[in-house]
């Protein structure tokens, strides 16, 4: 399994459970309906260190799983995913600028 790995931070001005909420009952929906090869969707959330109480650096970070890089790259370049809708969206939740991006082959050795 492939999958794409995302650090994202909010954009400049915007409020973290504003940015929060509207990730998970807006665009969420909206990204796994854009994206008929997704096979997961994860969302996760920092949490501040536990050792030192500083607040993380970034706002998300997201994965998108996919069966292979041949359907990672069929659904990331499709019409719907590159629609106005969906990329407006993802401008209220990220800032572009600061955005970090991943493309990794994903091996889980224990569960």
């Known amino acids: 399994m492939v999958k794409y790995v995302s650090i994202i931070c909010r954009p400049p001005g915007t409020d973290r ?3 929060i909420d509207y990730w998970l009952n ?3 929906p909206l990204v796994k309906k854009s ?3 997704l096979r997961k969707y994860v969302i996760s959330f920092p949490l501040p260190s536990p050792t ?4 993380p650096d970034y706002d998300g970070i997201v994965e998108l799983y996919f069966d292979d ?5 069929k659904a990331l370049t499709s019409p719907s995913w590159q629609s ?3 990329k407006a969206s993802s401008n209220k939740i990220i800032d572009y600028k600061r ?3 991943y ?3 994903e091996h889980i050795l224990s569960v």
């Open 35 to 37: 994206l008929p090869e």
């Open 99 to 101: 955005l970090k991006s």
């Open 84 to 86: 106005e809708e969906r």
């Open 69 to 73: 890089f041949d359907a990672m790259q």
């Open 52 to 55: 030192t109480q500083e607040p």
């Open 26 to 28: 807006v665009h969420a």
């Open 103 to 105: 493309f990794v082959d």
């Open 17 to 19: 459970q504003e940015v």
